[in-house]
């Protein structure tokens, strides 16, 4: 089992900048993907970005991105860490949602929620305008 947790979230003005990060613990596997997804009420819950990582280093071209966070959100990881971080910058109201990390012990997963194994219990991100 892998545990996920998310921490970071909060109350920011349109335009701010919010970091989120995401612990694994437990019985980790030496490559993995991991990913930020995020739901607002009323909708279901949506991609925001992936990263994996090889065993070695975090792969080359690994990160991705949904098209509506490009340019604004980045993912990267610190593996000595087992934590990866979603830092969100000129946010809006429409990012406003609780976001989820999750885990998955294929290291090909992207952006399709049946691709990630372990979830967290999600952080609440409210963006005012």
């Known amino acids: 089992q892998v545990q996920l947790l998310e921490s970071g979230g909060g109350l920011v003005q349109a335009g701010g900048s919010l970091r989120l990060s995401c612990a694994a613990s437990?019985?980790?596997?030496?490559?993995?993907?991991m990913g930020w997804f995020r739901q607002a009420p009323g909708k279901e819950r949506e991609f925001v970005a992936c990263?994996?990582?090889?065993?070695?280093?975090?792969?080359?071209?690994?990160?991705c991105y949904a098209d509506s966070v490009k340019g604004r959100f980045t993912i990267s990881g610190d593996n000595a860490k087992n934590t990866v971080y979603l830092q969100m910058n000129s946010l809006k109201p429409e990012d406003t949602a609780v976001y989820y990390c999750?885990?998955?012990?294929?290291?090909?997963?992207?952006?399709?929620?049946?691709?990630?194994?372990?979830w967290g219990q999600g952080t609440q991100v409210t963006v005012s305008s």
């Open positions: 999750a885990y998955s012990t294929w290291i090909g997963a992207r952006f399709r929620l049946h691709e990630y194994d372990y």
């Open positions: 990263i994996s990582w090889s065993g070695i280093s975090w792969s080359v071209g690994s990160t």
């Open positions: 437990g019985r980790t596997f030496s490559s993995y993907a």
